[in-house]
């Protein structure tokens, strides 16, 4: 029985909704390398709307997208050897699979052209070695934007454990993961322990069948917190940077932010948006291709213009987003269409 059969369809509508939308927002956390290509000095204006937007707003995806891995998978999962087994099977088709491929691409091009624009070269290749590049070891994987599929993978790996936590301790362990995440440094760890809270926040939310329309009418709360600490955390960063209480108020930013975009999903215009439905289903062959698509297209704004100031800067963001978007759209179609068992490869079989 799949996890989607199990929950309502409206539900369903949601996540399909949201995995469109969040892969969009995927996109624009990386458009920001464009200004940094370009920009010797940031204008004021400029860093208050990537302090917002790119910093905060776009960054909820990789939670969500955590959260409700977890949420889908412990739905049906069953804690015997026999299902343990067939789950790394298939979490290795439909994740490690398309992981290693995309970052294999990747090093083939480095290899040919000797370097990804605004990604590496091939000094970086003989200094880092191959397979620590390939695998992501102790570093960010040749295609940067793949590590969550790495963490994700090795979530995956801890069911067992998250399981036992759930069935034994489900609200201690919650606060157990997020003191983690709050207060164990990230530095030398090689995986990203906000996927510890969120991946496990969403498994608990399955295995005690919590409604997840039971919190609807806290939204205008919970949006107001949301904006508060919004509010505060780019404003840390406009005038501190990235030190000291920042991570903390970022970290409880993104955990209002999360449950913000899930309520908000049940209202117009995002709910039932028909477009974003029709996209849900390339979303995940989207997020693997939009690097290095867009660091190439971020090198060919050199022989087109260069941009410069506040509204330039946000519009030239979001024009690479529509354009990288598109390129990506515009491959899914082609080989779904001419080579639909390369597609189903590269995309895990999904």
């Known amino acids: 029985m799949s996890a989607r059969s199990l929950v309502s369809p409206e539900i369903s509508n949601r996540l399909s909704v949201l995995r469109s939308l969040l892969v969009i927002f995927v996109i624009g956390i990386h458009a920001e390398k464009g ?206 940077g990235t030190v000291s209480y920042y991570h903390l108020l970022y970290r409880h930013s993104m955990i209002f932010g999360v449950l913000t975009v899930w309520l908000l999903s049940a209202y117009a215009p995002l709910h039932d948006n028909k477009t974003l439905l029709k996209l849900a289903g390339t979303s995940f062959f989207v997020y693997l291709v939009h690097e290095p698509i867009l660091s190439y297209c971020i090198y060919g704004t050199r022989y087109l213009f260069k941009p410069s100031g506040t509204l330039v800067g946000i519009a030239y963001m979001w024009l690479l987003m529509a354009v990288d978007y598109a390129l990506c759209l515009g491959l899914a179609r082609i080989l779904q269409r001419y080579a639909s068992r390369l597609y189903a490869l590269a995309s895990g079989a999904r």
């Open 35 to 240: 200004l940094q290509a370009y920009y010797p000095d940031i204008p004021a204006l400029l860093r208050i709307y990537l302090n917002i937007v790119p910093h905060n707003i776009f960054r909820l995806a990789v939670p969500i997208f955590f959260a409700i891995s977890g949420y889908l998978f412990f739905l049906t999962y069953k804690p015997d050897v026999a299902s343990y087994g067939r789950m790394i099977v298939k979490k290795t088709r439909t994740i490690l699979i398309p992981y290693l491929l995309f970052n294999a691409i990747s090093l083939l091009l480095i290899f040919i052209f000797n370097k990804i624009p605004y990604i590496g070269d091939i000094n970086m290749v003989h200094q880092d070695g191959v397979l620590a590049l390939l695998f992501g070891l102790n570093r960010y994987p040749v295609n940067y934007t793949l590590w969550f599929l790495r963490d994700l993978y090795i979530y995956f790996l801890l069911t067992p454990v998250f399981y036992i936590v759930t069935l034994e301790i489900p609200l201690l362990g919650l606060i157990v993961f997020w003191a983690i995440w709050m207060f164990v440094p990230q530095a030398g760890v090689p995986i990203e322990l906000s996927g510890l809270l969120f991946f496990y926040g969403g498994g608990m939310l399955a295995r005690l069948r919590v409604d997840l329309d039971g919190a609807k009418h806290l939204l205008l709360p919970v949006f107001a917190l949301y904006l508060l600490l919004l509010c505060a955390t780019a404003s840390y960063e406009y005038v501190n």
